[in-house]
């Protein structure tokens, strides 16, 4: 990547009207951070742990666990180190990969989601050729997809972010490195690669969204064909997790991205939820309203000494 820049680091002046409130956002935050760090790795020891759960639905749960593991690790730690009173510098090359990787990990996730549409689809619409269509072998295709084309997703914005010059000012009004904030501080015009990159973040999740909307559309209408309403609410109750997650997902994406008129609090707000607080809240969704799930963390916890053999 081509560096025409004379910028060497960049200060973050984090959430914007929040000064004087550091100690109780750094509280705040690492509660986040901690709960989704431990939420999202229970999640793999109760999947890992449980040989009922290897199956490609919990597969894929697996990969959306470990993206929620980095996602908040690309903006929390230098977002906790400045709010306990060091230093708000990031090197260039630090801001760069703070803008890659969130993309990376971002698009991987909006992948993953329509894939674990298509999962859901399979199993029940295809019941019988579920195992045969959803081989391991094409898990593996599908996991390293979403993973490939999070990369090129992400390489791209990156590349067309950094090829920029960036002579002064360095101060990125914002608590990491994002696109829209990068481009106020570029020594050119940023017309051209605002469309660009607008139309990159929101054509991507856009079509995800329009494959996930026809993978539910043919679920809906081969849950109503059965007959039996116990029958409805199990295959219901297989599906309202994920599109829990996919509503949380979405809506602070569309809200941040694709608003005519920003707001920077509201947006750093709406992006801060995002970061920290879905990230934990997807271990809860996924476990919740999941039997298995619920008994193979009630046995991981308490070969951690963390439950009474009795509970």
Request: proline share 5%; with cysteine; charged share 10%.
């Amino acid at each position: 990547m081509r560096n025409a820049s004379v910028v060497t680091e960049f200060i973050l002046l984090g959430i914007p009207h929040t000064q004087d409130l550091e100690t109780v956002l750094f509280v705040l935050f690492l509660t986040f951070y901690v709960f989704t760090l431990v939420g999202n790795l229970l999640i793999l020891l109760a999947i890992a742990s449980s040989a009922r759960l290897h199956t490609p639905m919990y597969f894929f749960l697996c990969e959306l666990s470990v993206c929620d593991i980095f996602f908040p690790s690309v903006s929390s730690p230098k977002m906790l180190f400045y709010l306990s009173g060091y230093s708000r510098a990031i090197s260039y090359a630090g801001c760069v990969s703070q803008l890659f990787f969130y993309h990376f990990l971002g698009g991987t996730e909006c992948f993953l989601y329509t894939v674990m549409a298509y999962d859901r689809f399979v199993a029940i619409c295809h019941p019988l050729r579920y195992q045969v269509i959803m081989s391991p072998r094409v898990c593996a295709i599908l996991a390293s997809g979403t993973s490939f084309f999070g990369c090129v997703h992400a390489t791209l914005l990156s590349t067309l972010t950094f090829q920029l010059p960036y002579c002064g000012p360095n101060e990125v009004d914002y608590f990491f490195c994002d696109i829209p904030v990068m481009l106020k501080l570029a020594c050119a015009d940023t017309a051209a690669l605002e469309m660009v990159g607008f139309i990159s973040v929101g054509l991507m999740p856009l079509s995800c969204f329009l494959l996930i909307l026809a993978s539910y559309s043919r679920i809906v209408y081969s849950i109503l064909q059965i007959r039996s309403a116990q029958g409805q609410r199990h295959a219901f109750s297989t599906c309202s997790a994920h599109l829990t997650a996919i509503l949380l997902f979405y809506m602070p994406v569309i809200f941040i991205y694709l608003r005519p008129t920003p707001s920077p609090w509201l947006d750093a707000t709406v992006q801060v939820l995002n970061n920290l607080v879905t990230p934990m809240l997807n271990p809860l969704i996924y476990s919740l309203r999941n039997k298995e799930v619920k008994s193979s963390l009630r046995k991981v916890l308490h070969q951690l000494g963390f439950l009474p053999e009795q509970f």
